[in-house]
């Protein structure tokens, strides 16, 4: 065991505060990396203020993690020290049901086991990227390639790939009409992956405050979801509709904008049910979906297409005791479009 430093939430309603954690010794098949940076996702928020259900606290969260090797166990295969490797939502699965057989852990069928709020294999409760080190299992680290700048690598790891995992599955490019609903750290990373895909992509913010961001990150519209015309203007329109928004929303109204057999695949994960009328999928035998992160990998498909497009999520780099701050800026939609704790400041 080795204890390292970390930022964690002591209950669902205080702020995070600087503590340290416990490291597991490296085992044969694990990694040792020393995190460089960490992103903060809106389900880091969501988890640590319970809302999908109670957890377990003291809880450090992160899933956007960069960082580089320092040690390896014998038996490790994959990575060497001084790699440059990531981690994403998910450390480990059962590896033996019909979906990790084919490949699809994160749809493991007794649950993967999350990076943080997770129940690790020694029964301990995961603990997430606001630290210095982490030890994880070789076959859930990736390789960063060099191409990607390092602190913008991290958020690739949740907000890159759950939003190419749908758009990839949904054959987002040529000849595709893509709306994406709600511009943040999710909605920012669509936009410019479906881009690069090379659907014709439209954005559903609800202003049109950062219609200008928008059209540099590649989409050809920029609509504003507060002005009703707009529900006028593009209704059967899109084949593919990507709704990263972490609050609840009126689906009826996006699914009526789906063209003939398009789907609506929602990614943002409010807690409350979403009600939706039958008819709204009738009409244009309308589909509606939901995706949860991808494989490793497709996550590592996603860190090679990113390098190779050029593609990187806009970042602002804090230091740990910006992260409160950070939580409430996130609430507020203040985000242009993702935070990056440096690991260095903790
Ligand atoms: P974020 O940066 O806060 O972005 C969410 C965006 O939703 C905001 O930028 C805003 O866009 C819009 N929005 C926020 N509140 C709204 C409201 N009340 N009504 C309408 N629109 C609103 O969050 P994120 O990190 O991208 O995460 C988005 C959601 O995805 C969260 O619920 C998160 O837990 C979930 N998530 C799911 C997965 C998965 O595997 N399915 C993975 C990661 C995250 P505009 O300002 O442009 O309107
Ligand atoms: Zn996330
Ligand atoms: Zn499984």
């Not at 389900?43 to 090797?69: A, K, L």
């Not at 295969?77 to 790699?83: E, I, L, N, P, R």
Request: proline content about 5%; charged content about 20%.
């Amino acid at each position: 065991m080795r204890t390292v430093n970390a930022y964690a939430a002591p209950s669902a309603t205080e702020p995070l505060v600087p503590t340290t954690i416990e490291r597991r010794d490296v085992g044969p098949k694990d990694v040792l990396i020393a995190i460089r940076y960490a992103g903060i996702c809106h389900s880091d928020i969501h988890t640590v203020r319970g809302d999908w259900g109670p957890i377990t606290y003291p809880q450090v969260v992160g899933h956007e993690i960069v960082g580089e090797v320092v040690e390896v166990g014998s038996a490790v295969t994959k990575h060497a020290v001084g790699d440059r490797v990531g981690v994403g939502c998910m450390v480990n699965s059962c590896r033996e049901c019909e979906n990790c057989r084919a490949g699809m852990e994160n749809y493991c069928l007794a649950g993967n086991t999350g990076t943080y709020a997770g129940t690790d294999r020694d029964g301990t409760i995961t603990q997430g990227g606001y630290s210095t080190h982490v030890v994880v299992d070789e076959d859930f680290v990736l390789r960063v390639p060099a191409a990607l700048d390092y602190a913008a690598a991290a958020p690739l790891l949740c907000a890159g790939i759950t939003t190419y995992s749908p758009l990839a599955h949904w054959n987002a490019g040529p000849g595709k009409r893509v709306a994406v609903v709600g511009m943040g750290g999710l909605g920012h990373m669509a936009v410019k992956i479906a881009a690069a895909m090379g659907a014709e992509v439209t954005v559903l913010s609800r202003t049109l405050a950062k219609k200008d961001d928008g059209l540099a990150f590649g989409a050809t519209d920029y609509y504003a979801t507060d002005d009703d015309a707009t529900f006028e203007a593009l209704a059967n329109r899109f084949d593919l509709i990507v709704n990263t928004v972490s609050a609840p929303l009126d689906l009826n109204l996006y699914l009526r904008l789906l063209r003939l057999d398009g789907t609506m695949v929602n990614v943002g994960a409010p807690p409350e049910p979403l009600p939706i009328q039958v008819f709204s999928l009738f009409n244009n035998r309308r589909s509606f979906a939901g995706s949860s992160i991808g494989s490793i990998a497709e996550t590592q498909e996603m860190l090679d297409f990113c390098a190779e497009h050029g593609i990187a999520p806009e970042t602002e780099l804090i230091g740990a005791d910006q992260i409160n701050d950070a939580y409430e800026r996130v609430l507020s939609s203040d985000v242009r479009y993702r935070f990056v704790i440096d690991t260095a400041t903790l």
